[in-house]
């Protein structure tokens, strides 16, 4: 590389739950530069559910970051071209990358669900993901399926 690698910027932490992880789904989730409307969304998502969560000794916040967890993916398939071909050769994945993925995945399928408001959209695939179901954690078990099935190419890697 030319250039050298650019710093990371240290996330301010949010002023609801002092936590930076929020920060950084908040960030993921907004559009058009618009924060307090993301982070309005996130907060009415998280009171949702803390009102319909059945257990009672986890916060709504602790629920968000077990949904989060359940997400995450541990193994990936990237390409790679050997000779003529092109190889799917199953990848470790790095923590960071781990959790941004989670948080992209968890987000786009909260807004393809058919709830009312993205608020009720997002609260329901929260409470979807803490359960281990729901269209995120289907997403990362086919990813950890593809890896399982292209396990034959693991000594590919580069």
Request: charged share 35%; glycine share 2%.
């Amino acid at each position: 590389m030319r250039k050298r690698a650019a710093k990371k910027r240290p996330l301010l932490p949010d002023p609801r739950f002092n936590d930076q992880l929020v920060t950084r789904f908040v960030n993921m989730m907004m559009w058009d530069g618009k924060k307090s409307v993301a982070f309005k969304v996130f907060y009415d998502a998280i009171d949702i559910v803390e009102s319909k969560k059945t257990d009672d000794e986890k916060t709504a916040l602790e629920t968000w970051k077990d949904a989060l967890s359940n997400v995450m993916p541990h193994v990936e398939v990237r390409s790679r071209r050997v000779g003529g071909a092109t190889f799917q050769i199953p990848m470790q994945i790095r923590p960071d990358r781990k959790v941004s993925t989670a948080m992209k995945w968890m987000i786009t399928y909260a807004r393809k669900r058919n709830e009312k408001s993205m608020p009720a959209k997002l609260a329901a695939e929260i409470l979807a993901a803490a359960k281990e179901e729901g269209a995120a954690v289907k997403k990362r078990m086919d990813t950890h399926k593809m890896a399982e099935a292209n396990k034959a190419f693991s000594h590919f890697r580069f």
